[in-house]
């Protein structure tokens, strides 16, 4: 826990918002969704980012969601759908010069969690990225700490270790050219590849 | 994932690239304010027929890209001599000149030549140099370029570095189809050769200090590796290829240890010394925050490296045998300072630093901690000190390329290096050993 304290503290440094009882709720908002996101389609609001394009380079993720559904009842269907929803969705976005997992990404990144805990063979590679501004070596560093914080969220919801291989390309491999804010905020980023 | 990824090495010093047209083409933006007036006359050819190569247009090309010297344009000579003897300093005189410069090219036997050439001062008449440089075939260009350092010497007192060569990064392509090489190139950007290629990112080029090999970063197994690699033979060595992050290698002064970059498991980045020779690693900070990108003093008895501790990023020095002393924080002004790189004398340090929301160059006297920003770009980056010391190449955009370019240590004198591709991460290689 002090690990992660620590991280969120830096994650939080440039903002003004008071750390502690951020970290808290944090914590105990993403230990909830884990065991209530079954539940959901009400667990989370609506994501404030349009939808980012899934990873070209990347297959489906395997799930077995499927198979263990009962087929054709509703609730189960809006749920599984829900899930199969957010599954789809492998791109994490973060704020500039900052490693934490937006809320609106939670209950996505809930939800790998979910499939991964359920899949300890299943493995993920965590590729953290920055935008192009400052130097690129201390980018890479930016980019592990955005794999990192996905990884310990993913852990944290009962991920095993061994299933996670993070990796930090920096700004190395940018997923939008350009310089301008919109850019950029596409290229800070952690992209989840299934499959190692 | 089974997609292979192949990394297609060519031993650089062997391989040109086709055509072998420079990639690089060097526009000054911005030049001293009273440059020196020079003439470089053609230099005379002892044979019949076009001589193999022309040195003065070089030479004049050299001394007019430091921004300190405007070359009279041929156009407007009236004699061309090519001995002191010859030369009506009178006439020179009249076309304000300072200072004329006159030479041959002579053939010798099986493909050597030897460039003679003279250095007068027009104002008093005086022969400031007469000097000599070997050549064959293959290394007219580069003895041309020396016969540009010894000038350069003896006019400006600082030693000449437009016989040394730089690498840089390119890359092309879009971003699911992107080619990133390794690129080593004269001064001036000519006689491009492909070091390394790979599709995955190569980084941080980083010259030994005898100037033989580079040590880079490359994902080829998509993770990040460190590899060293002989320039002349193309004999590559895995050096670090730990769990995490592999990066920012930095050569010892001395050649025997290379400064790294590690995350080991937790992907917490620190600084590590490792001995090339007996592999033996040490550690030189320990802290939550990212430390990286280290820089070794001139005399190798520290290091400078960039942490984010004190909540944003900062340069630091550390002793480089660390018994577990606090480093000490080097930079205060600002919330953005880092990538340090010092000046082959010691005494500057030069750094990306972000100045009213762009990221400049900026420079910082280590004796007095008295600091200057350099360049007026949005996106400046890896600055890399000429190993004369008295300019800096880094890298700029230019119309949403990366580009090249270089300054004066006192920010008077600017070039851009234009490019056809995307280029970025250039290093200065060191003078080569005398």
């Known amino acids: ?196 | 994932m089974s997609k292979v990824r192949t990394l297609v090495l060519l031993a650089a010093g062997l391989v040109a690239m086709p055509g072998a047209r420079a990639e690089l083409t060097i526009e000054i933006t911005e030049g001293v304010s009273d440059p020196i007036p020079i003439a470089i006359v053609p230099f005379g050819w002892s044979e019949i027929g076009t001589a193999p190569f022309d040195v003065a247009e070089l030479v004049a090309k050299d001394l007019q890209r430091s921004g300190r010297f405007t070359p009279m344009p041929r156009t407007d000579m009236i004699e061309m001599p090519t001995r002191s003897e010859e030369v009506e300093i009178d006439d020179w005189k009249l076309l304000r000149n300072d200072f004329v410069v006159v030479g041959q090219l002579q053939a010798g036997a099986e493909g050597r030549y030897t460039i003679q050439f003279e250095l007068l001062n027009v104002l008093n008449g005086q022969k400031l140099l007469l000097n000599r440089q070997p050549a064959t075939t293959a290394t007219l260009r580069a003895a041309s370029h020396r016969v540009a350092d010894v000038i350069f010497e003896k006019l400006t007192g600082i030693r000449g570095a437009f016989s040394t060569r730089i690498a840089y990064i390119s890359v092309e392509g879009q971003p699911t189809n992107r080619r990133y090489k390794l690129i080593v190139a004269d001064a001036d950007g000519e006689n491009p050769r492909i070091a390394a290629q790979s599709s995955e990112p190569i980084m941080s080029p980083a010259w030994s200090p005898d100037g033989q090999s580079l040590a880079y970063v490359s994902f080829e197994n998509r993770v990040a590796s460190i590899y060293t690699q002989m320039l002349r033979t193309g004999e590559r060595v895995r050096v670090s290829a730990r769990a995490g992050i592999n990066g920012a290698p930095a050569w010892s002064p001395d050649g025997r240890r290379l400064a790294l970059t590690l995350s080991r498991k937790d992907g917490n980045l620190d600084v590590y010394v490792l001995g090339l020779n007996d592999q033996v690693l040490t550690r030189l900070t320990d802290d939550n925050a990212i430390d990286t990108e280290a820089a070794w003093s001139a005399d190798g008895k520290s290091l400078f490296f960039t942490s984010d501790r004190s909540g944003s990023p900062q340069i630091y020095r550390v002793a480089a045998n660390s018994g577990g002393e606090r480093p000490t924080r080097v930079t205060f002004e600002g919330t953005y300072n880092a990538r340090p790189r010092v000046s082959p004398d010691g005494n500057t340090l030069a750094m990306v630093t972000l100045d009213s929301g762009s990221y400049r160059i900026a420079v910082q006297d280590l004796r007095n901690g008295g600091s200057r920003i350099l360049t007026q770009g949005r996106l400046d980056e890896s600055p890399s000190f000429a190993p004369n010391g008295a300019e800096l190449i880094y890298a700029t955009q230019d119309r949403g390329r990366g580009v090249l370019a270089t300054v004066s240590v006192d920010g008077n004198v600017q070039q851009r290096l234009a490019s056809e591709s995307d280029i970025r991460e250039p290093v200065w290689a060191p003078f080569p050993p005398q």
């Open chain 1, 1 to 196: 826990m002090t690990v992660l304290q620590s991280m969120w503290y830096k994650a939080n440094r440039f903002t003004d918002v008071p750390n502690w009882s951020v970290d808290m709720r944090n914590v105990l908002l993403i230990t909830l969704l884990s065991f209530t996101f079954a539940l959901a389609g009400c667990g989370g609001k609506d994501a404030v980012q349009e939808t980012p394009p899934a990873a070209e380079t990347t297959e489906p993720p395997p799930s077995d969601l499927e198979s263990s559904q009962v087929p054709s009842t509703t609730p189960g269907d809006a749920a599984a759908a829900e899930m199969q929803r957010r599954l789809a969705q492998r791109i994490i976005y973060f704020d500039f010069d900052n490693a934490e997992v937006r809320p609106e990404f939670r209950d996505i990144v809930a939800a790998h969690a979910a499939n991964l805990a359920r899949s300890p063979n299943m493995k993920v590679r965590l590729e953290g990225h920055a935008d192009e501004r400052g130097s690129r070596e201390y980018n890479i560093g930016l980019g592990e700490r955005r794999s990192q914080s996905v990884r310990r969220a993913l852990m944290l919801q009962g991920v095993g270790d061994g299933q996670i291989v993070t990796v930090s390309y920096g700004e190395e491999r940018p997923a939008q050219s350009g310089s301008d804010e919109a850019a950029w905020a596409k290229n800070r980023r952690v992209e989840l590849v299934y499959g190692n």
